[in-house]
């Protein structure tokens, strides 16, 4: 199995940055599509970004396409999600996730891997 650690969460502004990464560790981290999901308080998880094996593709929740990208290096067993003009509504607990299953996935169910999460607060 793959153990995943989220980190860089925090406190931004409105219309600030971010980067999360999510380090991988115990299996081959080329073998797993990776996908970011967010869960704010008293809602579901949702999906956010994913991305292939090799990284050559990608996948964007329409809420956050055009501000945040997903990307991967192999060579680091790190996944990353760059987030840029932030909004109050972007703030919840973001989470990694892996699959090894799938070549992308965007569906909760379809990952078998999850991290801890890591907090995102945007205030106004």
């Known amino acids: 199995q793959v153990q995943l650690v989220e980190s860089g969460g925090g406190l931004v502004q409105a219309g600030g940055s971010l980067r999360l990464s999510c380090a991988a560790s115990?299996?081959?981290?080329?073998?797993?599509?990776m996908g970011w999901f967010r869960q704010a308080p008293g809602k579901a998880r949702e999906f956010v970004a994913a991305?292939?094996?090799?990284?050559?593709?990608?996948y964007y929740a329409n809420s956050v396409k055009g501000r945040f990208t997903i990307s991967r290096d192999n060579a680091k067993n790190t996944v990353y999600l760059q987030m840029n003009s932030l909004k109050p509504e972007d703030t919840a607990v973001y989470y990694c996730?892996?699959?090894?299953?799938?070549?992308?996935?965007?569906?909760?169910?379809?990952?078998?891997?999850w991290g801890q999460g890591t907090q995102v607060t945007v205030s106004s």
């Open positions: 996730a892996a699959t090894e299953r799938y070549a992308i996935a965007t569906l909760r169910g379809l990952y078998d891997y």
């Open positions: 991305v292939t094996r090799s990284g050559d593709s990608t």
């Open positions: 115990g299996r081959t981290f080329s073998n797993y599509a």
